[in-house]
């Protein structure tokens, strides 16, 4: 458990452990967190200067050469690291690498345009497969989505199978909140040139404009909904049935 804790000076960690909880921790040097099997929490972190979070493939190594024994740890699934939540971060000066962000919490974060994601950093999905509604087919374009996506379409009375629920004290956000994150993803991944998850993101970020109800005018209401009809954003033209 770290949360609280001051870094003032240059910092190199590395955990192998199920949980860290990093909250209303304050890094004012730069840093680098190496994890394995851990899901972390940084919520209301405060970075000052650069901070890496990275998933570490290989066990750690000892000073003389052994590696960590890590049987404590031998049932867990895997060695993935997992991002629970980074809300209330200012993301300018986060890296993260190779991190399962499917379950991370990102409604409040800010700068997130500004993260840089490297290597294999992987989100949800929508659900796959057709699903019925009503005796209508329903059919979600395959995209990444964010947690909180999910936990809002899931408390829908309308919601299909395949939205996972909220977890415990993740708070309630809905479209308005969610569309400026999706905005924001959208521009991190194309300033890392990644033009297909840019593409997901905006799909993401037009799906909450579509269903927001407080700041979105009833004609572009009208507009969003013809526009997803028609071509499912200019971004998903072969889809066939759409999500609703």
């Known amino acids: 458990m770290l949360s609280g804790a001051t870094f ?8 192998a452990a199920r949980r860290l909880e ?22 209301h972190a405060v970075f000052e200067y650069p901070l890496t979070i990275a998933a570490e493939a290989n066990p750690f190594v000892l000073p003389d050469g052994q590696p960590v024994d890590e049987q404590a740890l031998a049932d867990a699934p895997d060695a993935a690291v997992r991002m629970a939540s980074l809300r209330g971060v200012d ?36 659900p796959p497969h ?3 509604r009503r ?21 829908q009375a309308t919601a299909v199978r395949g939205w996972n629920v909220a977890v415990f004290d993740a ?8 569309a400026p994150v999706y905005r924001a993803l959208r521009k991190a991944f194309e300033d890392s040139k990644n033009e297909p998850g840019a593409a997901d993101f905006c799909y993401g970020e037009m799906e909450m404009r579509r269903h927001d109800r407080t ?26 049935m759409r999500q609703k």
């Open 8 to 15: 003032s000076g240059p910092a190199n960690l590395s955990f």
């Open 22 to 43: 990093c909250l209303r921790t304050r890094w004012s040097s730069t840093a680098e967190l190496r994890l394995r099997y851990a899901t972390v929490d940084f919520a």
């Open 91 to 126: 993301a300018a000066h986060l890296v993260l690498a190779d991190i399962d962000l499917s379950r991370c919490l990102f409604a409040g974060t800010v700068h997130l345009d500004q993260v840089r994601l490297e290597g294999t950093c992987s989100f949800d999905s929508a």
């Open 130 to 132: 057709t699903h019925w």
């Open 135 to 155: 005796q209508h087919p329903i059919r979600f374009t395959q995209r990444r989505t964010l947690a909180e996506e999910h936990h809002w379409r899931a408390s």
């Open 171 to 178: 708070g309630h956000v809905g479209p308005a909140q969610l």
């Open 215 to 240: 700041g979105t005018t009833r004609a572009e209401l009208r507009l969003l909904h013809g526009y997803w009809m028609l071509s499912g954003y200019g971004l998903r033209a072969s889809s066939v």
